[in-house]
């Protein structure tokens, strides 16, 4: 299949990287591919970025049928574009498709079409430490039809969007909020595939928690409310008494690229690692017996995310007496050392995009 280029006539001038801050500029030019029954997915274009028209009854307006993806491309020392791990955000992206009713569509082609457009927008990466260009890939519903069933059209497109450094002013630990009460996902549920509504689900809990003064919410399981499950949309480690745990993968977690990436590199490591249920109990009493050393939140956007506090139905633990735990300071070291190509790839995690 061919990839059709129409070039923008009215490129955009580039912000000042000074002031990216995360998904509030696009670069000049976006991709789309559609889908309909008889041709499946067809006309895949680069074309300049700009609005959508569509029909107000489309089915992802009404139903929120929608699945997306994040990842980034990085600079490399010499100037080389470089994607971490894109296979497994199409392939991840294809499991989401799965869940939602969409159909399934060739990830080899995807890739090839995202490097295409990061190619051709390779002047939009910028190159502090700490930035990158945002990928997101998404794909809706685009049926004109109110009943309520899986759509029969879809579009599938790639914006980019050029980001600052997560954390300006270095790996500050974030307050964090137990959600008692609300839940992210539940057993049987959407929580493993990146479906929009997951989102739209979680927002009111986030407003919540930082009217109370935290960041963010640790959602717990959605049956006891008992076992820890994500830290907003990111996965979470514990370091307790040495060994990290991280709350088993099922169908209520979403498993992150990060967090996967995580396990690896704390294994090359030989530190001992553990993925199973645990409970917020566990954590307070590892905290009252001096052994919960350190936490973090782990994702592509913030790589990592130090937990400093963690408020949980009235009781207020500190972690790490506010400075962020030495593996997470070493996993956000490593992590950004290979994605963007200044330390040694041995896992082969590395794309390179040709410019
Ligand atoms: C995207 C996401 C993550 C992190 O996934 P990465 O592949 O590491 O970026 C974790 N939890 C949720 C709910 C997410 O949406």
């Not at 009943?147 to 964090?176: C, D, H, K, Q, W």
């Not at 717990?220 to 088993?248: H, S, W």
Request: charged share 20%; glycine share 10%; with cysteine.
């Amino acid at each position: 299949m061919e990839i059709t280029l129409v070039k923008t006539t009215t490129p955009k001038p580039k912000p000042d990287p000074a002031k990216l801050g995360f998904g509030r500029f696009f670069t000049d030019h976006m991709f789309v591919w559609d889908y309909n029954p008889e041709q499946g997915w067809h006309d895949p274009r680069i074309v300049p970025y700009g609005p959508l028209e569509l029909d107000p009854a489309s089915a992802v307006l009404h139903y929120g049928q929608a699945v997306f993806e994040g990842m980034k491309a990085y600079r490399g020392p010499q100037g080389e574009v470089l994607l971490f791990r894109p296979e497994q955000n199409m392939a991840r992206l294809n499991r989401s498709n799965a869940r939602m009713s969409i159909p399934q569509f060739d990830e080899e082609f995807a890739l090839r079409a995202i490097k295409e457009l990061v190619a051709l927008e390779r002047e939009w990466i910028p190159t502090a430490p700490g930035t990158a260009l945002y990928i997101r890939p998404f794909i809706i519903a685009t049926d004109n039809v109110l009943g309520v069933r899986p759509s029969a059209t879809y579009r599938f497109m790639v914006i980019l969007s050029p980001v600052g450094a997560y954390y300006e002013e270095g790996l500050n630990p974030v307050s964090i909020y137990v959600e008692p009460h609300y839940v992210r996902a539940v057993r049987g549920g959407t929580g493993f595939a990146k479906a929009a509504g997951n989102y739209a689900g979680s927002l009111l809990a986030q407003k919540n928690a930082v009217a109370k003064g935290h960041s963010q919410v640790l959602w717990l399981d959605g049956i006891e409310r008992k076992y820890v499950e994500e830290v907003g949309a990111m996965n979470v480690f514990f370091n307790i008494g040495g060994q990290m745990v991280t709350p088993d993968l099922g169908d209520s977690i979403l498993p992150g690229v990060t967090r996967d990436s995580i396990l690896q590199l704390l294994r090359s490591w030989n530190v001992p690692t553990v993925e199973r249920r645990l409970s917020v109990e566990e954590i307070f009493q590892a905290h009252a017996e001096g052994t919960l050393v350190e936490a973090f939140g782990c994702g592509t956007a913030a790589v990592v995310s130090p937990i400093g506090r963690l408020e949980y139905q009235g009781r207020l633990i500190e972690i790490g007496g506010g400075k962020i735990g030495e593996l997470t300071q070493k996993l956000y070291d490593t992590l950004t050392g290979i994605q963007t190509g200044r330390l040694p790839d041995p896992f082969g995690w590395v794309v390179r995009v040709d410019v």
